[in-house]
């Protein structure tokens, strides 16, 4: 990234009118339709202003490389996370500078590869539950919707890691309720969540009592940690033990902070990734085949065991490609924190950057036929050709995805289990439409039609 003096430059873009109104209004009734078509009309830095805001959105890859990573301490989350912090707090995903990398430092042991097999433990005992709620369920009625029965487990499966036995059906239903609030809020209530939690809306109103209802119950868990000294081998006790740089333990709000950002972003992004795989699956036939021959050679009619994670190679390569196709987080925003150059672009302090994976992730520049479901092109040989910064589910640089080894077990275990014991069919007539709110997600859910094996 150059930062020398030259010609000022400013990328191609649309004209605004009334003063941007018109591009708040497209991006929030359909951001990722509207990122599509400027993309495509105008290249892979496009400029438009917003009530006097700058707005750059960038598909360049190399552009990509310096902004999360080369020169990544000039650049922080976005206004939208800073905002974000009345309802999400001030965890390592919105978290920035040294406290960021503060806590990041404390709870990365919770993620480290020697914790995986507990962690498998947990998961494999969620999905036994959901294998026979569902065998009890499909008697009576065997429709489905993929994406709330997603969401619900990954709750579970959350909070049974991060407080193990301390976890309890209230703080799930609980959780539950407020994730469901939320991801069918409206887009438009997120540009100014500080504002929008004071209008008297019913809707604004139930969510608060969501969160309330919520919080109380993760703070019943902290309070009775901290009060009675308990040690427990799960990630609650990893941050409790956690001391940062001067050698203080988190305060109970951060600890509050942290167990709230690992619930939001492992259960919508997770939930996200399932629901994607186990549709594309029903719908890709062919390609369901050998994924279906993995999982009756290698388990048959055995239960699944830990060491078969590393066996299951071609469920790993359908997780991939489904998160290529649907990447859950569909947008990356930046703030840049100075003025500097893209190429002989000037991009202006306190402007904000766009980075959207599904964009390049479906790019025919970086993946031949985009369109297509095709697991292996992740395989050891073609995954060479892919390019670096093409494929960013995880996002790239200091601030990649904390979690992403133990994504990737758990999405093992539930696409082999689930698929071991039932049969999906997508329900006839069921529409399936992007919603580009928050994360990726099916606007009408995914209705299947689900039979024991």
């Not at 998961?123 to 369920?137: A, H, L, P, Q, T």
């Not at 990356?332 to 992730?361: C, G, H, M």
């Not at 790019?363 to 050709?385: H, I, L, Q």
């Not at 539930?414 to 919603?435: D, Q, R, V």
Request: aromatic content about 12%.
């Amino acid at each position: 990234m150059d930062n020398t003096p030259k010609n000022i430059l400013e990328p191609p873009g649309p004209k605004h009118k009334f003063l941007g109104a018109n591009a708040y209004f497209s991006f929030l009734t359909d951001g990722l339709s509207f990122l599509t078509k400027l993309h495509k009309e105008y290249g892979d830095i496009v400029m438009l202003k917003a009530s006097g805001h700058r707005i750059y959105l960038i598909a360049d890859l190399k552009s990509i490389d310096h902004i999360l990573v080369r020169d990544s301490e000039n650049f922080t989350k976005g206004v939208g996370f800073q905002r974000g912090r009345i309802i999400l707090g001030n965890g390592i995903l919105t978290s920035e500078g040294k406290f960021h990398h503060s806590q990041r430092k404390m709870i990365n042991p919770a993620f480290h590869r020697s914790r995986w097999e507990m962690y498998y433990d947990v998961v494999k005992k969620c999905v036994d539950e959901i294998v026979i709620d569902w065998n009890k369920r499909i008697k009576k009625n065997n429709v489905l919707e993929l994406h709330e029965e997603m969401m619900n487990l990954f709750v579970d499966i959350i909070f049974s890691t991060v407080f193990s036995e301390d976890k309890n059906e209230t703080l799930c239903n609980y959780a539950k309720e407020f994730g469901d609030l939320f991801h069918k809020l409206n887009p438009i209530y997120l540009l100014d969540p500080p504002k929008a939690l004071k209008l008297p809306f019913p809707s604004i109103n139930r969510i608060k009592k969501a969160k309330e209802n919520l919080d109380r119950e993760i703070y019943k868990v902290i309070d009775k940690r901290q009060k009675e000294n308990l040690q427990r081998n799960d990630m609650l006790g990893i941050m409790l033990d956690g001391k940062d740089e001067d050698g203080k333990p988190m305060s109970r709000e951060q600890l509050y902070d942290e167990i709230f950002t690992i619930y939001m972003a492992g259960t919508d992004t997770s939930a996200k990734v399932m629901t994607w795989a186990f549709y594309l699956l029903e719908q890709n036939k062919s390609e369901a085949i050998p994924f279906e021959k993995e999982i009756n050679e290698l388990i048959g009619s055995r239960d699944i065991e830990f060491g078969d994670f590393e066996k299951l190679s071609y469920t790993r390569l359908v997780l991939n490609e489904a998160m290529r196709m649907y990447p859950p987080v569909w947008l990356l925003p930046r703030t840049a924190e100075k003025d500097f150059y893209l190429d002989d672009y000037l991009i202006y302090k306190d402007s904000s950057i766009f980075i959207t994976p599904y964009l390049l992730q479906r790019n025919p520049k970086y993946f031949e036929n985009p369109e297509k479901f095709d697991p292996e092109r992740f395989t050891a040989e073609r995954k060479k050709s892919i390019k670096k910064f093409s494929f960013i589910p995880f996002g790239a640089g200091p601030r990649v995805c904390i979690g992403e080894g133990f994504a990737m077990l758990h999405g093992a275990v539930i696409l082999s289990l689930i698929s071991k014991n039932f049969k999906m069919t997508l329900k006839k007539g069921h529409k399936i439409k992007l919603s580009s709110s928050i994360t990726l997600r099916p606007k009408y859910g995914i209705k299947m039609i689900v039979e024991p094996k």
